[in-house]
Structure formats: structure tokens, C-alpha cells
């Protein structure tokens, strides 16, 4: 399903394998719902961070990235259980979801400004998902997401899961001009 996959596939078996992405199943013109719950506040503009709430997933650098910066929302979806230690570390501008359905996601893409996505993945679909939105990723340069990730053209990279980091990748892709269109078309 990915490059890495790919190249491990070959050193523990010699065979070269062909990379066969899988689909993604959420598109822009999928119904959409607002999800119960979410603070009124949130709107047009917050960023998403899409995971289960487990260690490798690197949810709580991201929400530590968002500490000190107000003007900038977050919304967690997902469960697990790291969710009460990470509700607890989350400053006023951090909204959590649990898991929600197709429509709910639908509409927290339609409304994003960006996705985060801190974890070790070996494909990395939601950045696909939030392409098929318009929506750029701040991404960890790693495994799935060095195949569904175009530096500088459909999100921005920071090299270790940590919040200044992500903090510097949410700068840079906030200050880039992003061609939705082509967001769109990789998705495709």
C-alpha cells in the first residue's frame, strides 16, 4: 500500500512488489452534519487532527502545539485510551469529537483550514481525504504520508513529533497560498 511497505516487502522477501493505494471513501460531495457537541465557536478555519487516541498516534504533541496560540482551533476526532489524559492537557482551543461518522467528518474537512498528522502510518489516508476537501496537511515526514504528501504542494512536513515543530509547520502552511483545485486533483 506504500512505498515503505513496499521496500520492507523487498528486504524480507526479495520480491518487488507493485504499490496498490487503497481508496479512500470520503469525498467533497458526501452529506455533511455538524458534529453534536462541538463548542459553537468552532467554525470555517479550524485545523483537524484525525486518530485514534493511542501512544504512537502523536496526538498530544499536536495539542501541545496548539498551547499559546489562541487564534488557531484544533478539533480531535477519534477514541482511545489516551483520550481523558488528553483532554486534560488541552488548552480552550482544543475541541474533541470521539469518533464520529462519514457526515461528521465531511463537515469538519469542508471547514478546515488544515489537517495535522503526527502519526507513524504506513499509508496515511486522511491526508488523501482532506486533499478531496481542498484541505492541506501539516505532516510527519514519515512512511504513508512521504507517498500522500507533496512538499509544498499539498501540505507541509515536520521532521519529529513534536510541538514546536508541528507548531512551525502549522506557520508555514498557514502562510502558504494553496491551489485547492490541485489539492483536489491529487486526491483524485
Known amino acids: 500500500n506504500s512505498t515503505l511497505i513496499r521496500d520492507r516487502v523487498a528486504r524480507a522477501y526479495g520480491i518487488d512488489a507493485e504499490i496498490v493505494p487503497p481508496p479512500f471513501s470520503l469525498g467533497a ?18 485545523f483537524v487532527c484525525v486518530s485514534r487516541l493511542l501512544p504512537y498516534k502523536n ?3 499536536v ?18 485510551p489516551e483520550e481523558d489524559a488528553l483532554r486534560a492537557a ?18 469538519l474537512y469542508a471547514h478546515a483550514r488544515g489537517l495535522v498528522a503526527a502519526s507513524y502510518e504506513d499509508f496515511g489516508i486522511t491526508p488523501l481525504e482532506a486533499a478531496a476537501f481542498g484541505v492541506p ?8 504520508f512521504l507517498d500522500t504528501v507533496h512538499d509544498g504542494e499539498t501540505g507541509v512536513f515536520f521532521d519529529r513529533p ?4 508541528v507548531r512551525d509547520a502549522l506557520t508555514r502552511l498557514l502562510a502558504h497560498d494553496w491551489d485547492r483545485d490541485a489539492l483536489r486533483a491529487h486526491a483524485e
Request: charge should be negative; avoid cysteine; proline fraction near 10%.
Open 59 to 61: 496526538v498530544r504533541p
Open 29 to 46: 460531495d458526501a452529506p455533511q452534519r455538524r458534529p453534536e457537541g462541538l463548542p459553537a465557536t468552532v467554525g470555517d478555519g479550524v
Open 90 to 107: 488541552a488548552g480552550p482551543n482544543v475541541a474533541f469529537t470521539g469518533t464520529v461518522g462519514d457526515a461528521e467528518l465531511a463537515w
Open 137 to 144: 496537511v501539516a505532516a510527519l515526514r514519515w512512511g504513508g
Open 63 to 80: 495539542i501541545d502545539a496548539f498551547a499559546g496560540t489562541p487564534e488557531r482551533q484544533l478539533v480531535v476526532v477519534g477514541s482511545g
Open 162 to 165: 513534536e510541538a514546536p515543530l
